[in-house]
C-alpha cells in the first residue's frame, strides 16, 4: 500500500538507525550551506571601509553571525575593524567556513554510514531484541547535550573565561568591538539591551536542560500520560520540535526587529524603530 506524502515519517518508524542517519544530513546539508555561504560572502565582501560601507549594507548574511561570536580577522590580512592584522590565527573568517565544511562532510559520511548500517546491536530492544525507539530516553539526551552546550557557551565563551567573548556595542554603534561579557544575575539582566544577560540566561538555561535531561533519563512516564502525550508517536516528536523551532525563531525575529544586545547595529544594520524615530538625526556631544 502506498503511503502519502505527508506520511514519509513512517520510514523511520522503529528505525533508530536510519533515524539518526536523516538527523545527521541534516546536520551535514546545514553546515555545509554556512560554510559555502561563508566563503561566497568572504568572497564578494568589501572590507576597506567600515564606517561608511558596513557589512549590512553589502547585504552580508552570515559574516554579522560570525563576528558577534567573535571572529574579527581574515587570512586575507583585513580586520572588521578596518585594520591589518599579520597572524589571523586558525579561528579567522576563512577558518570557520572551512570547518563547517569539513564538518559538512564527515557528516555526510557518518549519515550515508548510518544508513547502510542501521541495524546495530544498540539500538535494539533488550526485552523483545527489535531495533526500536526509546523516545523518553531520546528526549533526555537531547536535553542534557543542548544543556550542556548551552551552559559552556554562557559560562566559557560569553565570559571569556575560555573564548574570545562576544560583540559588545553602545546605541550608536560608536563602540562595538569583541570583549567579555560578566553574567548579570540582577533585575537588569531581564533587560534585551544588557549583554550580561546573554551570558547568565545561557548559564541558567543551561543548568535547567542539564538538570531535565538528566531526570528525563532516569524516570520514566507514567502509561497515562505516555499515551495522553502520545509520546511513542515519531510525528508527535517532529510537530513538538518544529515548535520548540518556532519558538525561538520568533523570538529572534523580535530581536531583529526592535534590536537588543544580540543585534549590534555596526554588524546587522539600524532597527526599523530608529529608523522611524529619526535616531540618528540627534546630536551628540
Not at 121 to 139: N, V
Not at 217 to 232: A, C, T, W
Not at 247 to 255: D, I, L, Q
Request: proline residues 7%; negative net charge.
Amino acid at each position: 500500500m502506498g503511503l502519502p506524502w505527508y506520511r514519509v515519517h513512517t520510514v523511520v518508524l522503529n528505525d533508530p538507525g536510519r533515524l539518526l542517519s536523516v538527523h545527521i544530513m541534516h546536520t551535514a546539508l546545514v553546515a555545509g550551506w554556512a560554510g559555502s555561504m561563508a566563503l561566497y560572502e568572504l568572497a564578494v565582501f568589501d572590507p576597506s571601509d567600515p564606517v561608511l560601507d558596513p557589512m549590512w549594507r553589502q547585504g552580508m548574511f552570515v559574516i554579522p553571525f560570525m563576528t558577534r561570536l567573535g571572529i574579527t580577522n581574515s587570512w586575507g590580512g583585513w580586520s572588521i575593524t578596518g585594520g591589518t592584522v599579520t597572524n589571523p590565527g586558525i579561528w579567522s573568517y576563512e577558518g570557520v567556513a572551512g570547518a563547517h565544511i569539513v564538518f559538512s562532510g564527515l557528516c555526510f559520511l557518518a549519515a550515508i554510514w548510518h544508513w547502510v548500517y542501521w541495524d546495530l546491536e544498540i539500538f535494539c530492544d533488550e526485552r523483545t531484541g527489535k531495533p526500536s525507539l526509546d523516545l523518553p530516553k531520546i528526549f533526555g539526551i537531547h536535553l542534557f547535550l543542548s544543556g550542556v552546550a548551552c551552559f559552556g557557551f554562557g559560562a566559557f565563551h560569553v565570559t571569556g573565561l575560555y573564548g574570545p567573548g562576544i560583540w559588545v556595542s553602545d546605541p550608536y554603534g560608536l563602540t562595538g568591538k569583541v570583549q567579555p561579557v560578566n553574567p548579570a544575575w540582577g533585575v537588569e539582566g531581564f533587560d534585551p539591551f544588557v549583554p550580561g544577560g546573554i551570558a547568565s540566561h545561557h548559564i541558567a538555561a543551561g543548568t535547567l536542560g542539564i538538570l531535565a535531561g538528566l531526570f528525563h533519563l532516569s524516570v520514566r512516564p507514567p502509561q497515562r500520560l505516555y499515551k495522553g502525550l502520545r509520546m511513542g508517536n515519531i510525528e508527535t516528536v517532529l510537530s513538538s520540535s518544529i515548535a520548540a523551532v518556532f519558538f525561538a525563531a520568533f523570538v529572534v525575529a523580535g530581536t531583529m526587529w526592535y534590536g537588543s544586545a544580540t543585534t549590534p547595529i555596526e554588524l546587522f544594520g539600524p532597527t526599523r524603530y530608529q529608523w522611524d524615530q529619526g535616531y540618528f538625526q540627534q546630536e551628540i556631544y
